[in-house]
């Protein structure tokens, strides 16, 4: 069965829209679309003029997906040369239904933006927590919260969202002014910091190995052509989860990263107006590199400043 969805100016044919992809009796192709459809207005802002890679399903959940950078495409379809060869972006909303239609059921972004691909204009701490259950995902918040600490201290902007998947991930809004290479380095010494400050609980070592059942506070997805997964993006698990910003007053409220599903609807957007609270990198590694940016981590009844 085919059906047309429509996509701002666009109509967008969607082929096997009866088709489930989350399981026999979950959500199917046409669901996903037109969620995608729905949700345009809030994410389009968030992934136009980012290049995109689509983690693809043609089969649904069950069976393995694979990770796509260059699928053949519509020629309304927006492309752009990258390290990593010519990519799609975003643009409009029927963008994301074809998206849809190619059952890419995750939709993954760079960090920075045409036409300054490679200067960065955000950074990414991915925060997954170890084991499952309210618990795990407790010290999961408790490291949202002192990424934000660390980040206010050097004078940077933080958003949060669920991953929709195990965790969090918090967002920073820079200035596209210093390279790829340079915001990892940013974003590694900010991870040092917040693991700095529980130890037991947290670390920045790569290799699982050495990581004896702490969380790792990961900053590898900022770099060259590092890939993460776009907001309201929806995942490939059971029941449809989203990637889904909140605020920092409804972080607390939240049981797992999976709290929201594809059947989420929104009129406003947590991460709205998030590029005008853009802060300069460089600023932050000169107060890194002179060792200044405060290091004594502030009480948890703080939260509430600076909302």
């Excluded at 959940?61 to 752009?80: A, C």
């Excluded at 991930?169 to 380095?185: A, F, I, K, Q």
Aim: with cysteine.
């Amino acid at each position: 069965m085919r059906t047309t969805v429509r996509a701002g100016r666009r109509k967008v044919e969607v082929k096997h829209a009866e088709k489930p992809l989350f399981g026999p009796d979950g959500a199917t192709k046409a669901d996903l679309a037109d969620y995608y459809a729905r949700i345009a207005p809030l994410m389009l802002p968030l992934v136009r003029d980012r290049p995109v890679a689509l983690e693809r399903f043609p089969d649904g959940i069950d069976d393995p997906g694979f990770l796509s950078q260059h699928p053949p495409h519509p020629k309304w379809i927006r492309t752009v040369w990258t390290s990593s060869g010519r990519m799609m972006e975003c643009q409009e909303a029927a963008a994301l239904v074809w998206c849809a239609d190619q059952a890419a059921i995750t939709l993954h972004t760079w960090s920075s933006r045409t036409p300054r691909l490679g200067l960065p204009d955000r950074m990414v701490l991915d925060l997954d927590p170890v084991g499952e259950g309210e618990d795990a995902f407790e010290s999961c918040r408790d490291a949202a919260w002192s990424v934000r600490e660390v980040l206010t201290e050097l004078g940077l902007a933080a958003y949060v969202m669920t991953t929709g998947s195990r965790g969090l991930h918090v967002h920073s809004p820079l200035r596209p002014e210093v390279g790829d290479l340079e915001v990892r380095r940013l974003a590694k010494a900010v991870a040092d910091r917040v693991a700095a400050r529980a130890p037991e609980e947290w670390t920045t070592r790569v290799r699982k190995a050495a990581r004896h059942g702490r969380m790792f506070v990961d900053y590898l997805r900022n770099g060259p052509a590092q890939l993460a997964v776009a907001p309201y993006s929806v995942r490939a698990r059971p029941g449809a989860p989203v990637a889904a910003p909140v605020t920092w007053e409804e972080l607390d409220q939240l049981t797992s990263s999976r709290d929201f599903t594809i059947d989420l609807e929104r009129q406003e957007c947590p991460f709205a107006g998030m590029r005008r609270h853009a802060r300069s990198p460089r600023r932050a590694l000169s107060l890194l590199d002179r060792g200044e940016g405060g290091v004594v981590p502030r009480p948890r009844t703080s939260r509430g400043e600076g909302e």
